[in-house]
């Protein structure tokens, strides 16, 4: 009998599965594509089983029966579920390591539920490579469950330097996927932060593409050491196959997107969550395709200052900082909203590496949240207010360069409008109380005393 089953065997799913095996496990394999199981039985061996049916698969499986999951999300997983359903026992486990929308995983956890099945909605970040090697991963649901699946997860999971396994329970429902929606969303914004300072960087400081390709490896050995600076500078240095030109010069500047960004952004928009950095980022891709291309390109004739790739470095590592705190503080709120009890120090321990985010900063963040601390916001933490205080002179002075230049930069200066916000006591929401009392009679409530009021503003006639 194989002690865990694996449902779809593309990419992501096949080297899944083969990681499952290199660390010892036996595994099946099935896909309702046979040309996936075909390659997949080039592997097979005393650990490794290739399944042609459904009923083939399930039957290969020790109880409780441990399935993973891992085709496109959507419909397909629902289908799926239908055709597992009147083969499983109750007891089985079902792993869905897709992108799925968190509200799918609710509903799709409350239904399995019913039928005795536990279902585990899992984050999967890393790629393909990360699939094969060691991927951080996000299991939320029944607990006890993921207890029973624990031993795998944590043997193929990445490891941190430290050599701690970058998955952990997260919680109940769909907590997995939720964290996995906002992962996706700091990816996002931190991506953007990246495509701005290389703007900067070509269009102010006038740099080549093999310059800024060292710049960024230069800031990886230092201040933003990080997976996504490590492959800035090699997307930046390569060469292209066609044209012998980089290949970063004939990519067309329009960003596609799946949209698991834009559902953090839904669900921050929901729960009232101050997200405009991952809001901008996502209408920034918007925008990539919405411009009509037709203004000319900006040409800086201005000075060049002399500590400006200094501030660039300041600015994105400071507004790294403020893409993580933006997930985490809608996680804060999300955990409130849905009743769960997140563990903050561990989704950041998650995020150490094998992920797509990962950076030397999360350490500092696992720090932040470490015994029972509760911060509203990240920068309330002593490391990270000093960074604030040290980096956004930097940020100021690159924000209004860029203004000068007339060069847009959404996500450093949104990030730039958080942080003078965050801790304001005097932001100007007083107006926007006196006209909507004044318009609608919405009421606002007084900073000197209790209770909800309404001023007559005017005569009626
Ligand atoms: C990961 C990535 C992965 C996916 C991105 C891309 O963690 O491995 O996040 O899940 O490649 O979500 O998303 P977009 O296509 O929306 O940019």
Request: with cysteine; net charge negative.
């Amino acid at each position: 009998m194989q002690q865990f089953g694996v449902i779809g065997l593309s990419v992501m799913g096949k080297n899944l599965a083969l990681n499952i095996r290199n660390h010892g496990y036996s595994v099946s394999g099935f896909s309702i594509d046979k040309s996936e199981v075909d390659a997949f039985a080039k592997y097979e061996d005393d650990k490794l089983k290739p399944c042609y049916t459904w009923e083939e698969f399930v039957n290969s499986l020790e109880k409780p029966r441990k399935i993973l999951i891992q085709i496109m999300a959507g419909d397909p997983v629902d289908q799926t579920l239908q055709k597992l359903l009147p083969l499983l026992d109750k007891g089985d486990i079902l792993i869905d390591g897709g992108n799925s929308n968190f509200h799918d995983t609710t509903r799709r956890f409350e239904e399995m539920e019913k039928h005795g099945i536990h279902f585990i909605g899992m984050g999967v970040s890393g790629g393909e490579e990360g699939a094969l090697n060691g991927p951080a991963l996000m299991p939320g649901g029944d607990e006890e469950a993921y207890k029973k699946v624990a031993p795998i997860l944590e043997a193929i999971a990445a490891k941190t330097p430290e050599g701690r396994p970058c998955v952990s329970y997260i919680g109940p429902s769909s907590s997995g996927h939720y964290v996995k929606m906002v992962h996706n969303g700091i990816e996002y914004a931190i991506i953007q932060e990246f495509s701005e300072v290389y703007d900067i960087l070509r269009k102010i400081a006038s740099k080549s593409d093999d310059e800024m390709s060292a710049i960024f490896d230069k800031w990886n050995q230092g201040l933003v050491h990080a997976y996504l600076t490590e492959i800035t500078a090699n997307v930046l240095k390569q060469k292209d196959n066609l044209t012998q030109d980089h290949v970063i010069d004939h990519i067309l500047n329009v960003a596609s997107y799946k949209g698991t960004g834009n559902w953090m952004l839904e669900d921050g928009v929901a729960l009232g969550a101050p997200i405009n950095v991952v809001a901008e980022a996502v209408i920034a891709r918007f925008m990539s395709k919405a411009t009509t291309r037709e203004g000319k390109e900006i040409v800086w004739n201005g000075d060049v200052p002399d500590n400006l790739i200094d501030n660039l470095e300041k600015s994105l590592q400071l507004t790294q900082a403020v893409a993580y705190a933006q997930g985490f503080q809608q996680l804060t709120m999300a955990a409130k909203a849905y009743d769960w009890n997140l563990r903050y120090p561990a989704i950041a321990q998650n995020w150490e590496a094998g992920c797509i985010i990962r950076s030397s900063m999360l350490k500092d963040i696992e720090k932040a949240y470490e015994d029972g601390k509760q911060l509203e916001v990240l920068f309330q933490d002593p490391y990270f207010n000093q960074l604030m205080v040290n980096n956004i002179p930097a940020l100021r002075e690159v924000v209004s360069l860029v203004t000068k230049a007339g060069i847009p930069t959404p996500a450093l200066s949104a990030s730039l409008n958080y942080l003078e916000s965050i801790f304001d006591p005097s932001l100007p929401a007083n107006l926007i109380q006196g006209q909507r009392d004044y318009f609608g009679a919405h009421t606002y409530l007084r900073n000197d005393r209790e209770g909800t009021f309404h001023t007559e503003w005017y005569e009626e006639k």
